[in-house]
């Protein structure tokens, strides 16, 4: 058995929701007591974070996601803001992850299955819905590495979700001067999937069709 079959719809989809958060730069508005317990240098970070996710209006990136295991996946990850995401693995990985700002959608053809978050009605709502009055909090995660500031994001009341710490880094050409470089999702099992992204692309033409997926049921590979 290879590594993909190894690493489930489940793995796949907790890790990919991390990049939804990221169009949901509200996410990362922490709210009054948490902000203030902050100190102004820490503020200033979300807030420069938070710039960066805001100026994304589309943005394609390869990217590598890793398990606890180590066991690795690779594809194509493709954003269109507002809460548009396609991740696309790699051929020999049949899968597919996609979502069209109000549903995210795993999709495994191998087994002709298809699973469906609903955003707004289920716990993801709290990280990917900016217009959602929740909860939310993010924090400054210290970094001893100049030009790099992370953050972690968490909803405080929905402990189910995974926390999310997105490190970014300094790169002029990119939004606001910072490039999401990856991201960590932490289950509440200690469980830990990472994404690495590289080669951002921005400002591309992204048709709202890539956003959309065949029904397995009528198919047996991705489109």
Same mark, same amino acid.
């Given at each position: 058995?290879?590594?993909? *079959?190894?690493?489930?719809?489940?793995?796949?989809?907790?890790?990919?929701?991390?990049?939804?958060?990221?169009?949901?730069?509200?996410?990362?508005?922490?709210?009054?007591?948490?902000?203030?317990?902050?100190?102004?240098?820490?503020?200033?970070?979300?807030?420069?974070? #938070?710039?960066?996710?805001?100026?994304?209006?589309?943005?394609?990136?390869?990217?590598?996601?890793?398990?606890?295991?180590?066991?690795?996946?690779?594809?194509?990850?493709?954003? *269109?803001?507002?809460?548009?995401?396609?991740?696309?693995?790699?051929?020999? #990985?049949?899968?597919? /992850? /996609?979502?069209?700002?109000?549903?995210?959608?795993?999709?495994?053809?191998?087994?002709?299955? /298809?699973?469906?978050? =609903?955003?707004?009605?289920?716990?993801?709502?709290?990280?990917?819905?900016?217009?959602?009055?929740?909860?939310?909090?993010?924090?400054?995660?210290?970094?001893?590495?100049?030009?790099?500031?992370? #953050?972690?994001?968490?909803? =405080?009341?929905?402990?189910?979700?995974?926390?999310?710490?997105?490190?970014? /880094?300094? *790169?002029?050409?990119?939004?606001?001067?910072?490039?999401?470089?990856?991201?960590?999702?932490?289950?509440?099992?200690?469980?830990?999937?990472?994404?690495?992204?590289?080669?951002?692309?921005?400002?591309?033409?992204?048709?709202?069709?890539?956003?959309?997926?065949?029904?397995?049921?009528?198919?047996?590979?991705?489109?």
């Amino acid at each position: 058995m290879n590594s993909l *079959k190894k690493i489930s719809a489940r793995t796949l989809g907790a890790a990919s929701a991390g990049a939804l958060a990221i169009l949901a730069p509200a996410a990362l508005i922490a709210p009054a007591a948490p902000a203030a317990a902050q100190s102004a240098a820490q503020n200033t970070q979300i807030n420069r974070a #938070v710039a960066a996710l805001r100026g994304i209006t589309t943005m394609q990136a390869d990217f590598t996601q890793t398990d606890r295991a180590g066991r690795t996946v690779s594809g194509t990850l493709t954003l *269109k803001n507002p809460g548009r995401i396609r991740f696309e693995y790699s051929r020999d #990985v049949n899968m597919l /992850v /996609v979502s069209n700002g109000s549903t995210l959608t795993l999709v495994d053809y191998d087994v002709q299955q /298809v699973e469906r978050y =609903p955003v707004r009605n289920s716990p993801l709502g709290a990280l990917l819905d900016p217009n959602r009055d929740v909860a939310r909090f993010g924090r400054v995660v210290p970094s001893n590495s100049p030009g790099v500031i992370s #953050v972690a994001v968490a909803d =405080p009341g929905r402990p189910e979700m995974p926390e999310f710490t997105l490190i970014f /880094v300094e *790169k002029a050409s990119a939004p606001g001067g910072l490039e999401l470089a990856s991201w960590v999702a932490r289950d509440a099992q200690n469980n830990r999937t990472t994404v690495r992204l590289r080669g951002h692309r921005y400002g591309l033409a992204v048709a709202d069709s890539t956003f959309t997926y065949r029904d397995p049921r009528r198919t047996t590979r991705r489109p």
